[in-house]
Nanobody
Framework: QVQLVESGGGLVQPGGSLRLSCAASGTILSIYSMGWYRQAPGKQRELVADITNAGRTNYADSVKGRFTISRASAKNTVYLQMNSLKPEDAAVYYC??????????????WGQGTQVTVSS
């Protein structure tokens, strides 16, 4: 059973920074990509950033230049460094991983979500 466990959310003032972490555990044969999505109240879940096993990154236009995604492959962990946070960045952030687990089945897995609140 694969699990994604997120940490690092919280309350921060506008202009502040937070670092999210997500660790994948369980029987993992191969990870193809990991990423972060977010969902604000009344809005659809959207991609924030992702990173492939080759290190290629992709960012939503709204976070380019402010957020940085990185990965510690040996630890099956992905990070999201969020700087210059804005009130519109407030949302529940979800970790996502495209991987092959036990039974050699490839699918997407999701974390439980971590709340990010940006407010003065």
């Amino acid at each position: 059973q694969v699990q994604l466990v997120e940490s690092g959310g919280g309350l921060v003032q506008p202009g502040g920074s937070l670092r999210l972490s997500c660790a994948a555990s369980g029987t993992i044969l191969s990870i193809y990509s990991m990423g972060w999505y977010r969902q604000a109240p009344g809005k659809q879940r959207e991609l924030v950033a992702d990173i492939t096993n080759a290190g290629r990154t992709n960012y939503a236009d709204s976070v380019k230049g402010r957020f940085t995604i990185s990965r510690a492959s040996a630890k099956n962990t992905v990070y999201l460094q969020m700087n210059s946070l804005k009130p519109e960045d407030a949302a529940v952030y979800y970790c996502n991983a495209d991987l092959t687990g036990s039974g050699a089945s490839r699918r997407a897995y999701w974390g439980q979500g971590t709340q990010v609140t940006v407010s003065s």
